[in-house]
């Protein structure tokens, strides 16, 4: 309202609309509020479902070995013999739970939270889940050498799952509300409820948007203060060490160099899981043979290392106060390695997130033993490179380097750590990056996009989809010929043909910039000079599924179809936007045919 307005009643309306409007914001939430409220439902529920889970654990662990606390302190109180066969045992109760659920009636829901979070409709198996976590129960509670995560992430996520589905929630949400279930599943297991949000953000959802980071965030800090609450302060996952600081700028250069040599650990360490996989695998015998093979071999391990045994909680500790000498923690390292390949490989329900910050912690610590009698400046603190180590190793196996950093700093609550961590984890990312593209969590999404996506689309083939006549030019085409195809078509890649029309490349968009403003360079150049000859095609009658395998691999929103291998004649090309649409149309009829 004007000053100078000579009717001001006329405005009188607008303080009580003003009103009216935030009432009706409070009596009728947005989509928003509701929201939030589910997610901090979801958050208190898997809090306790963690909780509960880690007190069966205890339970358990007590029955197979009449001790509680501590894994590696039981298993010191143990035999010999007894620290051979109780792996074996929890091994062989593992199995006989996954083979009794085997026998349930199937049903089309997945228990792999991430396969319904990114590929599938939000919708976790509620009896398989049970099922898995029950053999997960009796791995971790022999000593296995697994995380206790994996368990507390499918729990706190099949809650969410089956809230969602019982009030009738849309895909998106259901999906969204699956997600907040696994943040605080995290969350509780670690005490680090931004770590929680940024783990599924950052590596399931790949996305920092407000509409789904916040209410993961909310989720994660509801399940971190019931968790506090019910243990009485007591976090389910702490690490307490002493002070670590950065002494000195120069130091920088060693956490830099560490961060090099984690990037290079991390594809090794997923190597020798993948390896160890597949070796189980070709192992005879019905499951169940193979989990009890995987208990013997951590067993064996700890006749002589009891440390091996658990997720290492109680050994990073120790590590972190400086309570073993170097070579007894390199012999501890490499049995530990052995350990969770043998439990992972042997098939084992658990997670490799706790291990992954096990050998980290390690790794850095002997790094900071190393460097020490070559380092001329003020003594190293083998504390803090142990702590740099454990986010690294993170950083590199999950490529999620800024979820390493802040989970790494929830645990220490050390700000003058920050530096050298940030360092260190991004360095590693990059390292790893270059060695291996695909995360360990990646590869296992893509392994299981490529089955889903090949089953369903086996039956269609590329003619159906492919487009004629695609944009292209001849090798011999100038550059002002060149810029007006780019111009016309508004695509990033060009097809270049033969005299005979045969496919022999593409130019991409990026490789012309550089001749826009020199006219004089562009003059000269053919479309043979800025050829790309490694691009893949695709010939008309191969399975949409082998073409959803080619887009995975190479960043393209198009394929060249050619009309067979001899003699490469271009003939159309087909979309990504296409495929996908096709495979909505193929998951709309399945729904309806359901």
Same mark, same amino acid.
């Given at each position: 309202m004007s000053p100078t307005d000579p009717h001001p009643h006329r405005n009188w309306h607008l303080p009580i609309l003003r009103l009216w409007v935030? #009432?009706?914001?409070?009596?009728?939430? %947005?989509?928003?509020?509701?929201?939030?409220?589910?997610?901090?439902?979801?958050?208190?529920?898997g809090a306790l479902a963690s909780v509960g889970f880690r007190d069966l654990i205890q339970v358990v662990h007590r029955l197979l070995t009449g001790h509680t606390g501590s894994l590696v302190a039981s298993f010191y109180g143990l035999s010999p013999w007894q620290r051979l066969l109780i792996p074996a045992?929890?091994?062989?109760?593992?199995?006989?739970?996954?083979? #009794?659920?085997?026998?349930? +009636?199937?049903?089309?829901?997945? !228990?792999?939270?991430?396969?319904?979070?990114?590929?599938?409709?939000?919708? *976790?198996?509620?009896? $398989?889940?049970?099922?898995? %976590?029950? %053999?997960?129960?009796?791995?971790?509670?022999?000593?296995?050498?697994?995380?206790?995560?994996?368990?507390?992430?499918? /729990?706190?996520?099949?809650?969410?799952s089956l809230i969602g589905r019982l009030r009738k929630m849309p895909t998106v949400r259901l999906r969204l509300l699956v997600a907040c279930g696994a943040a605080a599943g995290i969350a509780?297991?670690?005490?680090?409820?931004?770590?929680?949000?940024?783990?599924?953000?950052?590596i399931?959802?790949?996305?920092?948007? $407000?509409?789904?980071?916040?209410?993961?965030?909310?989720?994660?800090?509801?399940? !971190?203060?019931?968790? +506090?609450?019910?243990?009485?302060?007591?976090?389910?996952?702490?690490? !307490?060490?002493p002070a670590v600081a950065l002494n000195s700028n120069w130091e920088m250069g060693l956490y830099?160099?560490?961060?090099? *040599?984690?990037?290079?650990?991390?594809?090794?360490?997923?190597?020798?899981?993948?390896?160890?996989?597949?070796?189980? +695998?070709?192992?005879?015998?019905?499951?169940?043979?193979?989990?009890?093979?995987?208990?013997?071999?951590?067993?064996?391990?700890?006749?002589?290392?009891?440390?091996?045994?658990?997720?290492?909680?109680?050994?990073?500790?120790?590590? /972190?106060?400086?309570? #073993?000498?170097?070579? !007894?923690?390199?012999? *501890?390292?490499v049995m530990k390695l052995a350990a969770t390949a043998a439990t992972f490989g042997s098939g084992a329900v658990g997670g490799v997130f706790t291990p992954t910050l096990f050998v980290g912690a390690c790794m850095g610590y002997l790094f900071s033993q190393a460097a020490a009698p070559l380092w001329r400046g003020s003594a190293l603190v083998p504390a803090a490179f142990a702590v740099v180590g454990m986010g690294a190793l993170l950083s590199a196996t999950t490529h999620a380097p800024l979820m390493a950093i802040l989970v790494l700093f929830e645990m220490t609550l050390d700000y003058q750590m920050t530096l050298p961590l940030m360092v260190a984890c991004v360095v590693a990312h990059y390292v790893s990056r270059s060695i291996q593209p695909q995360s360990i969590y990646a590869e296992s999404l893509k392994r299981k996009q490529e089955g889903i996506f090949e089953g369903r689309l086996s039956a269609m083939r590329v003619s159906d989809l492919m487009k004629t006549s695609p944009p292209s030019v001849p090798e011999s085409?100038?550059?002002?010929?060149?810029?007006?195809?780019?111009?016309?078509?508004? #695509?990033?890649?060009?097809?270049?043909t033969d005299d005979e029309g045969a496919f022999k490349g593409v130019i991409s968009l990026h490789d012309i910039k550089g001749y826009l403003t020199n006219k004089e360079l562009a003059n000269l150049v053919i479309a043979r000079d800025l050829l790309r000859t490694t691009f893949p095609t695709i010939?008309?009658?191969?399975?949409?599924?082998?073409?959803?395998?080619?887009?995975?691999?190479?960043?393209t929103d198009r394929l060249p179809v050619v009309e067979n291998r001899e003699n490469c004649r271009l003939v159309g090309s087909v979309s990504k936007r296409d495929l996908l649409l096709a495979l909505a149309e193929q998951n709309k009829a399945d729904a309806a045919a359901a």
């Open positions: 935030w #009432f009706t914001d409070l009596v009728q939430p %947005s989509e928003m509020q509701i929201t939030l409220v589910w997610a901090g439902l979801i958050g208190f529920l045992v929890g091994g062989g109760l593992a199995g006989i739970a996954l083979f #009794f659920g085997k026998h349930l +009636r199937p049903g089309k829901s997945t !228990t792999d939270y991430m396969e319904a979070i990114v590929l599938g409709d939000g919708r *976790i198996s509620f009896r $398989m889940s049970l099922v898995k %976590s029950a %053999s997960a129960l009796f791995s971790i509670a022999s000593g296995a050498s697994i995380g206790r995560e994996g368990p507390l992430v499918q /729990l706190s996520a099949m809650i969410a509780s297991a670690y005490n680090a409820p931004i770590g929680g949000a940024l783990f599924v953000s950052e399931i959802l790949r996305s920092l948007a $407000m509409e789904s980071f916040g209410p993961l965030v909310f989720s994660s800090v509801v399940a !971190t203060l019931t968790v +506090r609450q019910l243990l009485a302060a007591s976090p389910l996952y702490e690490i !307490t060490i830099l160099l560490l961060g090099v *040599i984690a990037g290079g650990m991390g594809p090794l360490f997923l190597w020798l899981l993948r390896s160890s996989e597949k070796l189980f +695998r070709k192992l005879p015998g019905p499951g169940i043979l193979r989990l009890i093979a995987g208990g013997l071999i951590v067993g064996m391990l700890a006749v002589v290392k009891p440390e091996v045994c658990g997720n290492g909680y109680s050994v990073v500790n120790q590590v /972190l106060n400086g309570q #073993f000498l170097w070579y !007894t923690l390199l012999i *501890i390292f085409a100038p550059f002002l010929e060149i810029a007006a195809s780019f111009v016309a078509s508004r #695509f990033v890649n060009l097809y270049v010939t008309p009658d191969a399975p949409l599924g082998q073409a959803l395998t080619a887009f995975l691999k190479i960043e």
